[in-house]
């Protein structure tokens, strides 16, 4: 069965990645491709309870990991893999890379820890490109409306995970950085010119 193609977009709050990631759909369906357009947490069955807990609910960090983790569980299962099966494209707002930026680097989870639980719900799965929107902190959050608890914890946790992103990008050949202090249309330009760089369409 053919395979899909599944992009994540990554990056700290107020980073851009929402809007990119809602042009990107756009850009994929006048190609002619299906698209399914998804986020985390949220987009699994059980999504929507899982976001309100984690939104708005202070616990332990290794606790909220665990939470992300079972979404990230029935995501798979239920929506990203069967859309890929059908090779359909599949954008998803936030990934596993997110756990390990947030909860890892941002609340001090042992990344040991988080990779070997990983290693049990991806089943091998990983984007074909992550694509990372970094702004400073301080950018981030004159952008964002602070909404939720973890958007509302300030510069100095957005500091480690920004870091943490960072990191995880000089390891992962997969993960693209796009300034994302750029104008919404040099972005949206950036942006592209990765995916067909990678030759994620064309192939090559």
């Known amino acids: 069965m053919k395979k899909g193609i599944f992009i994540t977009l990554e990056g700290i709050d107020g980073c851009g990645k929402t809007t990119q990631a809602k042009l990107l759909k756009k850009f994929f369906e006048e190609k002619g491709f299906k698209v399914v357009l998804t986020r985390e947490p949220g987009g699994s069955s059980i999504g929507p309870e899982v976001r309100n807990i984690l939104l708005n609910k202070n616990m332990n960090p290794v606790s909220e990991f665990l939470l992300f983790a079972s979404d990230r569980k029935e995501h798979i299962k239920g929506l990203i893999k069967p859309a890929l099966e059908r090779g359909e494209v599949v954008i998803s707002d936030r990934f596993c890379d997110s756990s390990v930026a947030y909860q890892g680097y941002g609340r001090g989870v042992s990344l040991d820890f988080i990779n070997y639980v990983h290693n049990f719900i991806l089943e091998g799965l990983l984007p074909d490109i992550t694509l990372l929107f970094d702004v400073s902190p301080e950018v981030g959050l004159k952008r964002i409306h602070v909404s939720d608890r973890i958007e509302g ?20 050949k997969r993960f693209a950085i796009i300034n994302g202090e750029k104008s919404k249309d040099k972005v949206y330009k950036d942006m592209v010119s990765e995916i067909l760089g990678r030759g994620l369409i064309y192939g090559g």
């Open 153 to 172: 914890e300030g510069a100095e946790f957005l500091k480690k995970v920004r870091n943490g992103y960072l990191e995880i990008a000089k390891r992962e």
